[in-house]
T-cell receptor, first 114, second 113 residues
Framework: DQQVKQNSPSLSVQEGRISILNCDYT??????FLWYKKYPAEGPTFLIS?????DKNEDGRFTVFLNKSAKHLSLHIVPSQPGDSAVYFCAASGMSSGNTPLVFGKGTRLSVIA | DTGVSQDPRHKITKRGQNVTFRCDPI?????LYWYRQTLGQGPEFLTY????????KSRLLSDRFSAERPKGSFSTLEIQRTEQGDSAMYLC???????????FGPGTRLTVT
């Protein structure tokens, strides 16, 4: 049973435009969400996180939005750059319940076309 | 600070053999995690240490798997009697305290033939 779902395996965006990556979750105990970026032959790299007490968190070109009622979050990258081409993983945890191991989605491969 | 390192980066073994992987976390990080990633999937949690204590193990961690973290420093993950289904990328991550944005190593890719 997939508790964290990334329903789009891939996404292509032109350089300079907005990339929107989506993630849905089913476990209502999740209260902390993270996005990781992964290049081939490297481990995942942390990008940005959001706690369930917020609905938005911004860091430079990256913004994460959380809709708790819909159990949905999204990562916006503006403007998209060719170096952003990678696999993006959404992850979740029930931090307040003391459950720290992360549950990951299957990832979305982003291709930014110059 | 050179980040999380893992050794070896690649391992090819025959079914039935034992393999051991090593992870060296970032030096001041007291939490160490092992994850497994198969093709087309996200990383899946295997086990986690706080200092030298193994605090949680996933149901994915069968009896053939064992992990240690002596003295709360590096960690080893051993797989006994490997099976073809064990072929995957084994990722290690470390973090400080309750921080969840773990820093991942490059992974060890295991191929069981």
């Amino acid at each position: 049973d997939q508790q964290v779902k990334q329903n789009s395996p891939s996404l292509s965006v032109q350089e300079g435009r907005i990339s929107i990556l989506n993630c849905d979750y089913t476990n209502s105990m999740f209260d902390y969400f993270l996005w990781y970026k992964k290049y081939p032959a490297e481990g995942p790299t942390f990008l940005i996180s959001i706690s369930s007490i917020k609905d938005k968190n911004e860091d430079g070109r990256f913004t994460v939005f959380l809709n708790k009622s819909a159990k949905h979050l999204s990562l916006h990258i503006v403007p998209s750059q060719p170096g952003d081409s990678a696999v993006y993983f959404c992850a979740a945890s029930g931090m307040s319940s003391g459950n720290t191991p992360l549950v990951f989605g299957k990832g979305t491969r982003l291709s930014v076309i110059a | 600070d050179t980040g999380v390192s893992q050794d070896p980066r690649h391992k090819i073994t025959k079914r039935g053999q034992n393999v051991t992987f090593r992870c060296d976390p970032i030096s001041e990080h007291n939490r160490l995690y092992w994850y497994r990633q198969t093709l087309g999937q996200g990383p899946e949690f295997l086990t986690y240490f706080q200092n030298e204590a193994q605090l949680e193990k996933s149901r994915l961690l069968s009896d053939r798997f064992s992990a240690e973290r002596p003295k709360g420093s590096f960690s080893t993950l051993e797989i006994q009697r490997t099976e073809q289904g064990d072929s995957a990328m084994y990722l290690c991550a470390s973090s400080t305290g309750p921080a969840l944005q773990g820093y991942f190593g490059p992974g060890t890719r295991l191929t069981v033939t």
